[in-house]
Structure formats: structure tokens, C-alpha cells
């Protein structure tokens, strides 16, 4: 009887010890959940997704009345968005890495305090030439290699 307890004790502690994770090298062992966590997110597309600008001109952005400042690209034509004051659309063209927004638009109020940093946003627009995308991130480069304008995506409810 002790003898069979005993072969049951040792029976289970090789059990035990084939199942445990082995440890390659001192490297951690990762759950499934922190491999996924790992992977990078794949890329936001350009169009039809909400672009909240998050800096301009190598500067932080303030919300314009209390409103963040963005850009919707809708199809390969479009744009329309908030520029810190007023609403604003236009035209765009996307060809390639290349972007060009064409005449823009606006709505015409005045608001105190945030004009100049609407028109520094209106500008860089104009000057846009190329973007990248990586993730959920946009940054948009001028004609001089600058990034001028950097937007991240916004997922609405």
C-alpha cells in the first residue's frame, strides 16, 4: 500500500514537471492576450476616417471653442472638417503617398483667440504634399519634407 502511494505521488510529480512551460533562455513566457497586445495595429485608412489634428507646425493644438480641430476625407475627392472656429470642405486629391487639398472653403466667423492658429491649420492644409500612415497615426508633410501637420484617428461611438 505505501508502495503504490508512493509510485502515485512520483507518477504525479513527473506529470507536474512534463507540463510546465519551459523557459528558452531566461526569456519570458507571453499570455496570448500580451501577444496580441504586442502586435502592431494595422493602418487607418485615409479616407472616410475621423483625423483629430493633434499637432501643427511641430506645436500642440488647442481646441477651438471647445472643439477638437479635424479633417474627414470622404472618398478621393472630398474633405471636409474643423479648423478651430469655423467649419471647412473642399477638394482633395490623394495619389499615391501624394496629397493636395484644392480650393477650400469655410465658413466666415470670427472667433477671439484662435484665428491664428485656424489659418496656421488652413495653410498647412493648402501646403500639403505627402502623408504616411502608421497605425492609427497621419502625419502630412509639405512640399519641403516637413511634417507640418500630425492627425490620429478617432473611432466614434
Not at 142 to 150: H, L, T, Y
Amino acid at each position: 500500500m505505501k508502495i503504490n502511494k508512493l509510485l502515485l505521488i512520483l507518477t504525479l510529480i513527473l506529470c507536474l514537471v512534463a507540463c510546465a512551460p519551459t523557459d528558452s533562455g531566461g526569456a519570458a513566457t507571453k499570455t496570448m492576450a500580451e501577444t496580441v497586445e504586442d502586435e502592431s495595429k494595422p493602418d487607418v485608412p485615409l479616407t472616410n476616417t475621423y483625423w483629430k489634428l493633434v499637432a501643427l507646425n511641430g506645436g500642440a493644438v488647442q481646441p477651438g471653442e471647445g472643439k477638437e480641430l479635424h479633417m474627414i476625407l470622404k472618398g478621393d475627392d472630398r474633405v471636409s472638417g474643423y479648423s478651430g472656429c469655423n467649419q471647412f470642405m473642399g477638394s482633395v486629391v490623394v495619389n499615391g503617398d501624394g496629397l493636395s487639398f484644392g480650393p477650400i472653403a469655410g465658413t466666415r466667423r470670427m472667433c477671439e483667440g484662435s484665428m491664428d492658429q485656424e489659418n496656421a491649420f488652413l495653410q498647412a492644409l493648402e501646403s500639403a504634399y505627402r502623408f504616411s500612415i502608421s497605425g492609427e497615426d497621419l502625419a502630412v508633410e509639405n512640399a519641403n519634407g516637413e511634417i507640418a501637420m500630425r492627425f490620429v484617428a478617432v473611432y466614434l461611438e
